[in-house]
């Protein structure tokens, strides 16, 4: 590799994980390269000013309190709430097919919010923001097209034909992730035969910062609360997993007849639906790596893991995966041990697979809970969900859990 740029370590993927990590090493005082397909100028358009459902993006995400605390620790949190962001005070979740019913509230918990839903692109903008005067080298524009291991290095090759190398090379490059298939790291996955149709709509009623989630047997429907830059509470986010034959037949409906639909799924909680932007629908498959970790090589977020977006829980395992990395690489500097000590990622790893595990059963559990309509099992959901709602310490444990504040 001598005719190759080195790295102490080289993260492929700038989305939401990918970036936070880069910046995070780079903090640290390692040699960080952080590759990207797409442009610079794009990561950092700015959104223009709301006038209409369109303007808001499809792609919303619900940032716990740890989540936050991470970026906060990077420095960026500031600037992802100087964009439009809404924090939650409450979450009210029902079934649909019965009467069971449990809200949850920040006050409870003494905590000012439960946590806050932020437009995927705004925390992308302020992450690039941050990297634009940190000591990472972006390499925008390009595609790495293969990656071999050499000794005690790991190479990349780029789509412009230039050629890099890396004490240790993390993925954070999504669900398909070709850096996975490369190094050869094989998933368990399933196909949930089920589609996420996601959208923004305009309710005639506030959503009075409350996320709300109504489970059916078909799938569960999500909204989640958006806020204007003044101040207009009447726009939500919508996640509704469906099964894929009512998922196609939602979406062959127009504007208006969808909206009807809509209305009778969340039971008008909210009122009337107003207006609806353009909707967008994407197949929903569980994945999880066998093994996060090769030599000099790991991984991160969605290339590890993806899971069903019933609890919202996909970009908060991925922030938990780089809170973890970054504390264990930071203990490797302090040690003046290499960023690939194979003990140093076996601890990365096996800190954060259980984690993840443990909340990956949790939401295919609650799936299988509320995807069932056998009398015995719909008694047992309500009663619990109406028992659960009664005792304020254990449901406000876990909130506590789901918000990261115990960790």
């Given amino acids: 590799m001598s005719d190759t740029k080195v790295f102490d370590i080289l993260v492929v993927g700038g989305g939401m994980t990918g970036t936070a990590l880069a910046l995070g090493l780079s903090q640290q005082g390692w040699k960080v390269g952080l590759i990207e397909g797409g442009e610079r100028a794009a990561l950092l358009q700015a959104s223009a000013p709301v006038q209409s459902v369109a303007d808001f993006e499809p792609r919303v995400s619900a940032i716990s309190m740890a989540s936050q605390k991470v970026l906060e620790s990077l420095g960026v949190w500031e600037g992802v709430v100087a964009g439009r962001h809404c924090p939650y005070q409450g979450m009210t979740v029902w079934d649909g097919d019965g009467t069971g019913r449990i809200h949850f509230e920040a006050a409870e918990l003494q905590a000012r919010a439960l946590g806050t839903i932020v437009e995927n692109r705004s925390l992308v903008r302020a992450l690039f923001e941050a990297i634009e005067s940190s000591t990472v080298e972006l390499i925008d524009g390009v595609k790495v097209t293969g990656s071999w291991l050499d000794g005690d290095q790991r190479g990349i090759e780029l789509s412009d034909g230039r050629k890099l190398g890396a004490r240790l090379v993390v993925a954070a490059d999504g669900a398909n992730s070709r850096m996975r298939q490369w190094v050869g790291l094989p998933t368990r996955e399933w196909d949930y035969d089920q589609q996420a149709i996601v959208c923004t709509v305009r309710t005639a009623q506030s959503h009075r910062y409350t996320a709300w989630q109504r489970f059916s047997q078909t799938g569960p429907l999500a909204f989640l609360p958006l806020l ?30 969808f909206t009807a639909e809509l209305e009778r799924a969340i039971e008008r909680e909210l009122g009337a639906v107003e207006s609806i932007s353009k909707r967008f629908a994407f197949p929903l498959r569980q994945r999880h790596a066998k093994d996060y970790i090769a030599p000099s090589f790991a991984l991160v977020g969605d290339a590890a893991h993806t899971i069903h977006p019933l609890a919202g829980q996909g970009a ?16 490797a500097k302090a040690g003046g041990l290499s960023p690939a000590n194979e003990l140093v990622l076996a601890r990365y790893q096996r800190r954060r697979k259980g984690e993840n595990l443990t909340m990956m059963a949790a939401m295919e559990g609650f799936k299988q809970l509320f995807g ?30 789901a918000m990261g504040l115990i960790i």
């Fill in 228 to 257: 204007t830059e003044n101040g207009d509470e009447n726009f939500c986010s919508i996640v509704w997993s469906q099964d894929t034959h009512e998922a196609h037949r939602l979406m062959t409906l127009d504007d208006a007849a």
């Fill in 372 to 401: 069932r309509d056998e009398l015995p099992l719909r008694w047992i959901r309500n009663t619990g969900m109406r028992w659960l709602d009664g005792l304020g310490p254990i449901k406000n444990r876990i909130a506590a859990e």
């Fill in 316 to 331: 908060n395992l991925g922030y938990g995966d780089v809170r973890v990395l970054l504390d264990e690489l930071s203990k």
